[in-house]
């Protein structure tokens, strides 16, 4: 089949920060009239390709042509002057101005020095018009849901290209997540505008988590890991399964033969009842045992942080329930969870995890300090003892409990986050990707600390990207999908990475 | 050669900048005012410069300690300033109305009143801030702006003067041979350094200001903390009301504390603790504050002209700041260190604080010729 000749080709792409490789010479393509979907898991080089597609990054290396001519893209300016249009999740506009002011604010049709407001609102109804919508260009854009804004940024970004004159035109539309504060009713009217671009002939970059509506609406997707370039298949050549194994990098086969792990389980130490939080995780009914590992498998933003910050009352959530060791909790802060023996610790070590301007021995004892309350500091012999005892058993280096935590190695730093909470002694550990980005001494270590935990009696919620990881150290496998708990599957011989994936992508356990 | 790695760690210390700064700034004065470090007895009083930077530089030393806490954890107090006013108005208003001013009880009421309303303006800094999630800048804005009217509604907008001898030992009496407000500011820098140092409250208010969401996850009430800091930081502002209304013995409800926000987050920022919240040191803040007052005082003495003192003294805070940027330091010096480090190491090392030095002292010449 001859091809026609694509709008956008991006070759060779490199850009750097400063200790990563964000992207390391990715080829990239786009065809006019198609939907094209960009995957790839959580920092696999998905913003930071789009970044550099619309002028918020300067690439390092590579080249990018439009429309067969090499271009050079600076700016966001830029970037819509040659015709590139960009809807971010978050919607960008004033939602104290009206429709039409935020389809056409900063290239308002002048003349004589004024804003020739009929002429604006004339065009604006124009333009909603013929994207099939049915606005009051004049109402302020607050006065409509959420969704709606959303399809207004799309017509603004539509617009920018259409006022240019030349008759320029959008050619490439970017649309960043758009879809995840929507319902079902919402997404459709988005896609169906979507659509309609398309069959205009516009090339529309779509990301998005949500596996349903990539094989709904996309046409031809790329596969991004780790920076590169995993491959580029038309959707309806490429199963759910096989896009997953893309994506995390490992055939199936590949994952099979690891032992489990098997402490005695005691009896019910949490139980969730229809714990939910709206645009978080869909209601789930959950149940985690005195010593047991729970792991929760599942895609990147498939849910698996909002159900666990649920669980500590990071987020609040808005419907359910929560019973520990018998007693109702009302999870309206982390107090309330920690009071009740829960500790968790975030998979963004730095931002919600240490004070990195504190000390090692200062990081370490804060859990506790904070459970006792600012008027019964720990005195100092019994602060010391603790703080070193933790160091030495989790091997802490340096060794040195003066030492800034900004400073210490990612994996130390993980450890030091650890040793915060075990010295609390908490009933239910909750450790939200523990590994993710240690080596691998580390997290051999922090894998076994987990299983002579769970021997201990003490219960462990076991987050990680990694299937085999969650394999081997679960009693019990949580599979999430598309922000639902799908299945909660024993863990057993039986039980493969196949099995799981399967499960994930086809949202339910056979 | 083996006293690099001493000057180094010496220069590492967080309070060896401001230190330097004032140590400079104290030398400058030696050529202009004979007897610069003497002190004499008198009366059994004990007289000289030091005593006077220091009893001068009390309300503000004060002020800046309370403040240094609020500055930790990410905030700032604007209302101080009119704190100190609203405390001294009401004080001296209600000692005036006595029949008989030199009564200790009704000297102790006042002022128990008046520290009140500076807990009350606390509270209310507090509330606006960690309840209601308001910015501190703003919230406190507030009271900075509406607080130097309620303390003219106090003195009816006029100046109340007083005479009551208890009330003026705070201010302006002598205890010992010291001035009495030595001692305030040296029981409330020993209490608040107890306070937060034998405590976990340093700790918990650092990791509030270091990373707020963080220590949320870890669960510290930092609502509590923050409330509890603003009010510190009024009572301290309080405090410092009752001793300069003391000192004059009158209460001035435009003047008194004018600009002393101001000062005292300067003072905060010399002795080494960030504006954007975390590890703060009370040390540093008060060597901070008399970094300010012997500026204040350098300037006079030399003679710089009233008109353009406020020149002077941004210039001086310029390089105190410049000094202490790791920036700035590593650009201008960072030659020097580098090859001085392999040659020798007294020259270029003293280098540094000379520098800054001269160029204060450069200045001063200029506006006197």
């Known amino acids: 089949?001859?091809?026609?000749?694509?709008?956008?080709?991006?070759?060779?792409?490199?850009?750097?920060?400063?200790?990563?490789?964000?992207?390391?010479?990715?080829?990239?393509?786009l065809f006019p009239g198609e939907i094209h979907a960009l995957m790839g898991e959580n920092g696999a080089g998905k913003s930071t390709l789009i970044k550099v597609l619309t002028g918020v990054y300067a690439l390092d290396d590579g080249t990018v042509t439009l429309d067969g001519r090499p271009?050079?893209?600076?700016?966001?300016?830029?970037?819509?002057?040659?015709?590139?249009?960009?809807?971010?999740?978050?919607?960008?506009?004033?939602?104290?101005?009206?429709?039409?002011?935020?389809?056409?604010?900063?290239?308002?049709p002048i003349r004589f020095g004024r804003i020739q407001w009929t002429q604006m609102r004339k065009d604006a109804a124009e333009l909603v018009d013929r994207l099939g919508l049915d606005l009051d260009v004049t109402a302020p854009l607050s006065s409509y849901p959420l969704a709606v804004q959303q399809l207004v940024a799309i017509v603004r970004a539509v617009g920018t290209g259409d006022s240019d004159g030349a008759g320029a035109g959008t050619k490439v539309l970017v649309l960043d997540e758009p879809t995840s504060s929507l319902d079902r009713d919402e997404v459709l009217e988005l896609f169906r505008l979507m659509r309609q671009l398309r069959d205009e002939g516009v090339a529309i970059l779509f990301v998005s988590h949500f596996l349903d509506q990539i094989y709904e609406i996309c046409d031809r997707m790329t596969v991004l890991r780790n920076g590169t370039l995993v491959g580029e298949h038309m959707v309806s050549e490429l199963d759910q399964v096989g896009l997953i194994q893309l994506m995390i990098g490992k055939a199936m086969d590949q994952l099979e033969g690891l032992q489990e792990q098997h402490a005695e389980v005691g009896e019910t130490l949490l139980e969730a009842d229809g714990l939910g939080r709206t645009g978080g995780i869909a209601p789930f009914d959950l149940q985690i045992k005195k010593g047991e590992v729970l792991g929760l498998a599942g895609l990147l933003g498939s849910g698996r942080t909002e159900l666990a910050r649920l669980l500590f009352g990071a987020d609040q959530p808005d419907s359910g329930t929560v019973t520990i060791g018998g007693k109702a909790v009302s999870m309206s802060a982390p107090n309330d969870a920690i009071g009740a023996g829960v500790a968790f610790c975030s998979e963004n070590r730095k931002t919600e995890g240490l004070v990195p301007e504190l000390t090692v021995r200062e990081n370490i004892i804060l859990a506790l300090q904070a459970a006792r309350g600012w008027i019964r500091p720990i005195p100092a012999a019994q602060r010391d003892e603790l703080v070193a005892k933790y160091i030495k058993a989790l091997d802490i280096r340096p060794a040195n409990p003066e030492a800034r935590v900004g400073r210490l190695s990612g994996g130390n730093q993980q450890k030091v986050l650890l040793a915060r909470w075990l010295i609390t002694q908490p009933k239910l550990l909750i450790l939200d990707e523990p590994t993710r980005g240690i080596d691998v001494g580390a997290k051999a270590e922090i894998q076994k600390l987990v299983v002579s935990l769970s021997e201990e009696g003490m219960s462990v919620l076991y987050i990680a990207a990694e299937l085999e990881e969650v394999l081997r150290l679960s009693h019990t496998i949580g599979v999430l999908r598309d922000r639902k708990l799908v299945a909660q599957i024993a863990n057993g011989p039986e039980i493969t990475p196949t099995r799981i994936l399967e499960t994930i992508a086809s949202g339910e356990h056979q | 050669m083996t006293t690099t790695p001493?000057?180094?760690?010496?220069?590492?210390?967080?309070?060896?900048w401001p230190v330097a700064v004032l140590v400079v700034l104290l030398l400058i004065n030696v050529p202009f005012t004979p007897g610069f470090f003497s002190i004499k007895m008198t009366d059994g009083h004990l007289y000289g410069s030091l005593v006077s930077i220091v009893l001068f530089g009390s309300p503000l030393i004060l002020v800046a300690v309370g403040m240094t806490l609020v500055i930790a954890t990410g905030g700032i107090d604007l209302s101080v300033g009119a704190v100190v006013a609203i405390t001294g108005a009401l004080t001296c208003s209600y000692i005036s109305d006595e029949a008989n001013q030199d009564s200790l009880s009704g000297v102790f009421l006042a002022m128990g009143i008046g520290l009140i309303a500076a807990v009350v303006c606390g509270l209310w800094n507090g509330f606006l801030v960690a309840r209601m999630g308001i910015q501190p800048i703003i919230a406190t804005l507030i009271i900075m702006v509406a607080g130097r009217g309620v303390a003219q509604l106090i003195t009816d907008g006029q100046i109340i003067t007083i005479n009551s001898e208890p009330y003026k030992l705070i201010g302006g009496g002598y205890w010992l041979t010291l001035p009495f407000s030595i001692f305030v500011?040296?029981?409330?820098?020993?209490?608040?350094?107890?306070?937060?140092?034998?405590?976990?409250?340093?700790?918990?208010?650092?990791?509030?200001?270091?990373?707020?969401?963080?220590?949320?996850?870890v669960g510290i009430r930092s609502m509590r903390i923050k409330i509890m800091v603003y009010v510190f930081c009024a009572l301290c502002a309080g405090i410092a009301g009752l001793m300069i209304s003391s000192n004059t013995s009158a209460a001035d409800g435009n003047n008194a504390g004018l600009w002393i926000e101001l000062d005292a987050i300067l003072a905060v920022v010399i002795g080494g603790t960030s504006l954007t919240g975390g590890r703060f040191s009370i040390g540093g803040t008060v060597v901070g504050a008399l970094v300010i007052q012997t500026l204040t005082t350098t300037i006079y003495t030399i003679g710089v002209p009233t008109q353009t003192n406020l020149v002077f003294k941004a210039a001086?805070?310029?390089?105190?700041?410049?000094?202490?940027?790791?920036?700035?330091?590593?650009?201008?010096?960072?030659?020097?260190f580098r090859s001085g480090t392999g040659t020798k190491d007294g020259g270029t090392s003293s280098a540094t604080p000379a520098d800054g030095a001269s160029t204060t002292a450069a200045a001063p010449k200029m506006e006197v010729s």
């Open chain 1, 1 to 29: 089949m001859a091809e026609p000749r694509p709008v956008l080709e991006m070759t060779g792409i490199v850009k750097e920060f400063p200790g990563v490789r964000a992207l390391s010479g990715v080829d990239f393509r």
């Open chain 1, 71 to 108: 271009v050079r893209i600076d700016s966001p300016f830029q970037a819509q002057q040659a015709g590139i249009s960009t809807v971010y999740q978050e919607v960008n506009l004033c939602p104290n101005l009206s429709v039409a002011e935020n389809i056409f604010i900063g290239r308002e």
């Open chain 2, 6 to 16: 001493r000057w180094r760690a010496l220069t590492q210390h967080n309070l060896f």
């Open chain 2, 316 to 336: 001086v805070v310029i390089v105190v700041c410049l000094l202490q940027s790791p920036k700035f330091r590593a650009k201008v010096f960072g030659a020097k």
């Open chain 2, 185 to 217: 500011v040296a029981a409330v820098v020993a209490i608040m350094v107890a306070l937060t140092r034998r405590t976990a409250l340093g700790l918990l208010v650092e990791s509030v200001g270091g990373n707020a969401e963080a220590s949320r996850l």
